[in-house]
Nanobody, 130 residues
Framework: DVQLQACGGGMVQAGGSLRLSCTASGITWDQYTLAWFRQAPGREREGVVCITTTGGTKYYADSVKGRFTISSDNAKKTVYLQMNSLKSEDTAVYYC???????????????????????WGQGTLVTVSS
C-alpha cells in the first residue's frame, strides 16, 4: 500500500520541544517534496515546512523559522520535524504530505495543500499549553 505514517505528537508546555516523524511506504522516494502542514480548530490548513527528497532543499513558513527544523533519512524514507521553543499558537493537528512537484514550482506552491493530490498522513495532534 502507498501511505504516509505520521507520529510523534503529544502535549507539551510552552517552550518545550517535540519531534514528529513521517514514514513513507509503497513509493519511490526520489523527486518528492515532503511537507508538514498543520490545522488548528476553525482555521485553514497551512504549510509549515517542506523538504525535497532529491537535493534536500528546505522551505519554512515565517512563523516557524528558527524554531522548527526538518530533516530526512532517505534510507528509511522518513522525514522528521524537530519543533523547539513551542508556543501555544503551534497547537494543531499536524499532517505530512508528499507530492512530486516540478522543481521550478516548489518554492511558489509548496504551501498549497491542493498541490498534494494523493499522499497524506493521518495527522498527529500537537498541544502546547501556556
Amino acid at each position: 500500500d502507498v501511505q504516509l505514517q505520521a507520529c510523534g505528537g503529544g502535549m507539551v508546555q510552552a517552550g518545550g520541544s517535540l519531534r514528529l516523524s513521517c514514514t513513507a511506504s509503497g513509493i519511490t522516494w526520489d523527486q518528492y517534496t515532503l511537507a508538514w502542514f498543520r490545522q488548528a480548530p476553525g482555521r485553514e490548513r497551512e504549510g509549515v515546512v517542506c523538504i525535497t527528497t532529491t537535493g534536500g532543499t528546505k522551505y519554512y513558513a515565517d512563523s516557524v523559522k528558527g524554531r522548527f527544523t526538518i530533516s530526512s533519512d532517505n534510507a528509511k524514507k522518513t522525514v522528521y520535524l524537530q519543533m523547539n521553543s513551542l508556543k501555544s499558537e503551534d497547537t494543531a493537528v499536524y499532517y505530512c504530505a508528499a507530492e512530486r512537484i516540478p522543481s521550478t514550482f516548489i518554492q511558489s506552491s509548496w504551501t498549497n495543500p491542493q498541490v498534494y493530490t494523493n499522499l497524506w498522513g493521518q495527522g498527529t495532534l500537537v498541544t502546547v499549553s501556556s
